[in-house]
């Protein structure tokens, strides 16, 4: 079965860090772009941030210099590093797969992990 | 950046009904346009893919057309199960985004 398993979300101070990670099982990691995608409980989706499979990164400007995305193939684990959080950065985050095909498309996502960041 | 807009916001049908949500993109993006259905507590789910592309399992009442700027989600024959939010994506570019959502609700 094709699977994303998130975890590391919890209650941060602003300004704190967190790291998430997602476990993916059920398919070759290595061959697809990984994406993170964060939802404010009740609101929209709002892409974070992606990493290709030759490892190239790109971010969304609200967390360009704070977050950097990385990814283990060997482990098959993704990973959020997320530094100096804001009140705005709480959020569900998810862990999405890209696949490749006739278009691009987000066709398998994790639960999600939640991350609060409050005093 | 490309800014997805949808509309309506909110929605409120008939089981039966016949509805459409719309989606237009700040500038072309071809065909790479996606449809997710998200219900309450659940995961986004693809519905749609580049533009008019059933994703295998979905039902054959859902619908998708449009090129370029413009794109079209209809259900033709609305099910009880089908009341949930929906939001279109583009896959043109990076960053990618997100219309900001419909909210389907039953009237």
């Known amino acids: 079965e094709v699977q994303l398993v998130e975890s590391g979300g919890g209650l941060v101070q602003p300004g704190g860090s967190l790291r998430l990670s997602c476990a993916a099982s059920?398919?070759?990691?290595?061959?697809?772009?990984m994406h993170w995608v964060r939802q404010v409980i009740g609101k929209g989706l709002e892409w974070v941030s992606a990493?290709?499979?030759?490892?190239?990164?790109y971010y969304a400007v609200s967390v360009k210099g704070r977050f950097t995305i990385s990814r283990e193939n060997a482990k098959n684990t993704l990973y959020l590093q997320m530094n100096t959080l804001r009140a705005g950065d709480t959020a569900v985050y998810y862990c999405?797969?890209?696949?490749?095909?006739?278009?691009?498309?987000?066709?398998?996502w994790g639960q999600g992990t939640m991350v609060t960041v409050s005093s | 950046d490309i800014q997805m807009t949808q509309s309506p916001s909110s929605l409120s049908a008939f089981v039966g009904d016949r509805v459409t949500i719309t989606c237009r993109s700040s500038?072309?993006?071809?065909?790479?346009l996606n449809w997710y259905q998200q219900k309450p507590g659940k995961v986004p789910k693809l519905l749609i893919y580049?533009?008019?592309s059933l994703q295998s399992g979905v039902p054959s009442r859902f619908s998708g057309s449009g090129s370029g700027t413009d794109f079209t989600l209809t259900i033709s024959s609305l099910q009880p199960e089908d009341f949930a939010t929906y939001f279109c994506?583009?896959?043109?570019?990076?960053?990618?985004?997100f219309g900001q959502g419909t909210k389907l609700e039953i009237k």
């Open positions: 999405v797969r890209e696949f490749v095909g006739t278009t691009n498309t987000f066709d398998v």
């Open positions: 059920g398919f070759t990691f290595s061959s697809y772009d």
């Open positions: 990493i290709g499979t030759l490892g190239d990164t």
């Open positions: 500038q072309s993006i071809t065909g790479y």
């Open positions: 580049a533009a008019s």
């Open positions: 994506q583009q896959s043109y570019s990076i960053p990618r985004s």
